[in-house]
């Protein structure tokens, strides 16, 4: 479960600098940067879904600082 999570996250970071090196190549490429910034939006929406499905199902515990 945990290793999901880090390649969810891994993949969110690796579209965000994506979109970002498609951003600064210029307008010629914002089809690529939409691209990425759909792709990003969607890993993010799968790690929340995941997270949720973990802590339901009893495979991710929560946990406070204390």
């Not at 996250?9 to 600064?24: D, E, F, K, W």
């Not at 490429?29 to 790690?47: D, E, F, G, N, P």
Request: hydrophobic share 55%.
């Amino acid at each position: 479960m945990s290793f999901m999570i880090i390649a969810l996250l891994l993949g969110i970071v690796v579209s965000l600098g994506h979109a970002l090196t498609s951003m600064s190549s210029g307008p010629e490429r914002s089809k690529r940067m939409a691209q990425a910034l759909t792709v990003r939006i969607s890993l993010s929406v799968a790690l929340f879904a995941l997270l949720l499905i973990g802590n339901h199902f009893g495979w991710i515990q929560p946990h406070g600082v204390y």
